[in-house]
């Protein structure tokens, strides 16, 4: 992880000399590292919201204690739909504590769903009951083949 902080060292030295903005590819710089991949099978991609942020652009700051060590909190005040929330959850080196502030509440759930944890007792007992349910059904599904309209 000292690779981050000379990292850091040297966006921070290029910019304090030219004062201008730099173009940083974060899924380069941890391109390197095969756990960092793992972040496209997480649940980043199961859906479409705007302005989402790169899941290695958390991974890559996550990935040194310059700004939170391990077991410490992260507040991430525009959380979206929970990128920087996941990722402080499932870092394989540097776990944190994450606190994430949502003003939107479509995004706020997704960010709960994504980060709240199952207990696979709980899930596979669930899931023998759907399939129990699902070999026992004997009717027909009833399917809507023309629309509704609603009356205030």
């Known amino acids: 992880m000292d690779l981050v902080?000379?990292?850091?060292?040297?966006?921070?030295?290029?910019?304090?000399e030219s004062g201008q903005p730099l173009r940083v590819s974060f899924r380069s710089l941890c391109s390197d590292w095969s756990w960092a991949k793992r972040s496209d099978v997480y649940s980043h991609l199961m859906?479409?919201?705007?302005?989402?942020?790169?899941?290695?652009?958390?991974?890559?700051f996550l990935s040194s204690e310059t700004?939170?060590?391990?077991?410490?909190?992260?507040?991430?005040n525009f959380a979206g739909t929970g990128t920087v929330l996941v990722e402080s959850i499932v870092h394989p080196y540097l776990k944190r504590n994450a606190i994430g502030v949502?003003?939107?509440?479509?995004?706020?759930?997704?960010?709960?769903?994504?980060?709240?944890p199952l207990r696979m007792d709980e899930l596979r007992e669930e899931m023998k009951s759907l399939i129990s349910r699902?070999?026992?059904?004997?009717g027909d599904a009833e399917i809507c083949k023309t629309p509704r309209t609603l009356t205030h």
């Open 47 to 60: 859906h479409k919201y705007p302005a989402k942020i790169l899941p290695y652009i958390p991974i890559f």
């Open 5 to 16: 902080s000379s990292h850091l060292a040297e966006f921070r030295k290029r910019f304090e």
């Open 67 to 76: 700004y939170a060590g391990q077991d410490e909190y992260v507040l991430d």
């Open 102 to 116: 949502e003003i939107n509440p479509l995004a706020r759930l997704i960010a709960k769903v994504k980060t709240t």
């Open 134 to 138: 699902i070999k026992s059904f004997s």
